[in-house]
C-alpha cells in the first residue's frame, strides 16, 4: 500500500532519535504536548519525518540544552517556524550572515516591520548565546559604525537598539537556569550607556550555569557595593565600552574594585583594555579583545575556588 507521507517524509523515529540525538520517548512527548513536529503517517501508522522535522526537532533540543524549558522553546521554534515557512534554509555560517544583513537592511529602509519580522526569524538560528554573537552583535556593530559614519541616523540607530536590545532581553529571560549553581551580578560602569554588550555577556554567564542579575547602564560604584552585599554574588562582570579620561576611569575602577571588595570580577569592553595593568593590579581579570570567554570563566572561577579555600583556612 502506498503511504500518506509526502515524498520528503522518509525518517522512521528510531532514525531520527540517532541522527537528532533525541530520544525517541522524548519525541513522541515532543509531538504530544507541543505539537512539534507533527509527523507524517504510513497507512501502517508509522511515523516518518521530514528533513524540516529534523531541522525543528534540532533546534528545539537546542534551546532545551541552552535551559530553556521545553515549552518555551517549542513557542519560540513555532513562533518562528510560522514567520515564513516558504522561504528555504540556509546553511548556518550563511543563515547568520544573512540573517544579520537583513535586520541591517530593514534599519537603512526604517522599516519597524521588516526589523521585527528579520530578528523574529533570526531567533531559530541556534542557541541564545549563538543568535547574539553571530547575528544580533554583528548587525548592531555595522549600525553602530554606519552611525559615527554618518551613513545612519541617531534615530535609526536607537530603532535597532531597542528592537534587538527586547530580543536579547526575552532570550535571557528564557533560558535563565531554574536551578542555577552560581549567581553573577552584571553592570555598566558609570558613565557607561551601552547595556547591548552587557546582555552578551550575561548570555554567556547562563551558558556557563549561573543566573544573571542586570542593574544596567551607569552604575555608580556605590550602587554596586551594595547590591553586592545584599545579593552576595559568586562574581561580577563590568562592560565599560565607552572611552573615559584615563584620571577619571582610574579612580572609577579603583572604586569599582573596592565595591566588589573578596568578590572575583571581570571588566571587559574597549574603555578598560587601555588599563590592563591596573585592572591586574586591582586583583580583577580583563576580558580583552578578542579572548576567547572561555578563557575568562576559568580564570573567574579558578579565583573563586582560590577565594573559598582562603575563606575557609585550607
Not at 123 to 138: C, Q, Y
Not at 290 to 302: K, Q, T, Y
Amino acid at each position: 500500500m502506498k503511504p500518506i507521507a509526502p515524498n520528503n517524509a522518509q525518517y522512521r523515529i528510531q532514525n531520527v532519535a540517532r541522527l537528532t540525538g533525541v530520544p525517541a520517548p522524548t519525541l513522541r512527548a515532543w509531538e504530544r504536548r507541543y505539537g512539534i513536529p507533527v509527523p507524517q503517517r504510513t497507512d501502517s501508522a508509522y511515523r516518518l519525518y521530514t528533513d524540516q522535522d529534523l531541522d525543528l526537532i534540532r533546534r528545539l533540543k537546542e534551546l532545551c540544552d541552552q535551559g530553556m524549558a521545553p515549552s518555551q522553546a517549542a513557542e519560540v521554534v513555532r513562533r518562528m517556524a510560522e514567520a515564513d515557512p516558504s522561504e528555504p534554509a540556509e546553511a548556518p555560517h550563511d543563515a547568520w550572515q544573512i540573517a544579520s544583513s537583513r535586520i541591517v537592511d530593514a534599519v537603512r529602509r526604517f522599516d519597524p516591520g521588516a526589523l521585527e519580522m528579520s530578528v523574529q526569524r533570526s531567533m531559530l538560528l541556534g542557541s541564545a548565546r549563538t543568535i547574539f554573537d553571530r547575528v544580533f552583535a554583528p548587525a548592531l556593530r555595522f549600525i553602530g559604525d554606519e552611525w559615527h559614519a554618518g551613513r545612519l541616523s541617531v534615530a535609526q540607530e536607537h530603532l535597532a537598539s531597542e528592537y534587538l536590545g527586547n530580543a536579547t532581553r526575552e532570550l535571557l529571560r528564557l533560558v535563565q537556569p531554574t536551578a542555577p549553581l552560581r549567581q553573577a551580578l552584571l553592570a555598566c560602569v558609570a558613565g557607561e550607556f551601552h547595556v547591548m554588550p552587557l546582555y552578551g555577556t550575561a548570555l554567556h554567564f547562563v551558558q556557563w550555569g549561573y543566573r544573571v542579575v542586570i542593574l544596567g547602564v551607569d552604575t555608580p560604584p556605590e550602587a554596586l557595593a551594595d547590591a553586592v552585599a545584599s545579593l552576595k554574588p559568586h562574581c561580577v562582570g563590568l562592560s565599560a565600552t565607552q572611552l573615559q579620561p584615563p584620571a577619571r576611569f582610574t579612580d572609577l575602577l579603583r572604586q569599582c574594585a573596592a565595591a566588589c571588595g573578596e568578590t572575583p570580577w571581570v571588566i571587559g569592553g574597549s574603555g578598560a583594555a587601555a588599563h590592563a595593568d591596573l585592572v591586574a593590579r586591582l586583583g580583577g581579570i580583563l576580558a580583552r579583545p578578542g579572548r576567547e570567554p572561555e578563557a575568562v570563566r576559568d580564570d573567574l572561577e579558578a579565583r573563586y575556588r582560590v577565594d573559598r579555600r582562603e575563606a575557609s583556612g585550607t
